[in-house]
């Protein structure tokens, strides 16, 4: 091979590698803080719930720890499951950051995260709320203890 047409294909190459780096870069989505993929509740105390609250649009759930166990507050204090009450919290301790943004009122209502008291909202945009009282009686959470989620596999918070 000549030396001009060596010159030529390795020029045609560099062109062609900065081209595609340049359009990589462009289309990488931006980075708006380094939140992304860190635990939302990291600092939450599990061992030191006593009380959890969860409420959708049509019931709500008290469930409270005593001496011994668990138990459904609101339904003649029956004993709750510990295991299921521990998968939960732990769920919601590792739960993570996947997106952020900035919500309007039509994502609030097409994700479900209305608050489920909204007298203005379908049922099928309200969202479940959740709170966790610890054993000094504050509440914890992400926002003054209180996470909304829709029902299924996919978890907004708001």
């Known amino acids: 091979m000549r030396t ?6 390795l020029i045609i190459l560099g062109a062609l590698a ?21 635990q939302l509740l990291a600092r939450l105390p599990v061992n030191k719930i006593v009380a959890i609250t969860i409420k959708d649009s049509e019931q709500t ?13 609101n339904r003649f204090s029956y004993p709750a499951d510990f295991s299921k009450i521990s998968y939960f919290v732990r769920n919601l301790k590792e739960m993570k950051i996947g997106r952020q943004f900035k919500s309007s009122e039509d994502t ?12 203005e909202a379908s049922s099928d945009e309200k969202g479940t709320r ?3 009282k610890g ?7 992400y926002r003054p203890g209180s996470i909304v989620r829709p029902a299924g596999w996919l978890k907004y918070c708001r």
């Open 130 to 132: 959740i709170h966790l």
């Open 108 to 119: 609030l209502k097409r994700l479900s995260l209305k608050e489920p008291d909204d007298q």
């Open 135 to 141: 054993k000094d009686g504050k509440f914890r959470g």
């Open 18 to 38: 900065g081209t595609g780096t340049l359009v990589f870069r462009l289309k990488a989505p931006e980075r708006s803080n380094g939140r992304l993929g860190t």
């Open 61 to 73: 759930v008290f469930l409270e720890k005593n001496e011994d166990a668990w138990m459904v507050k």
């Open 4 to 9: 001009k047409t060596l010159i030529i294909l």
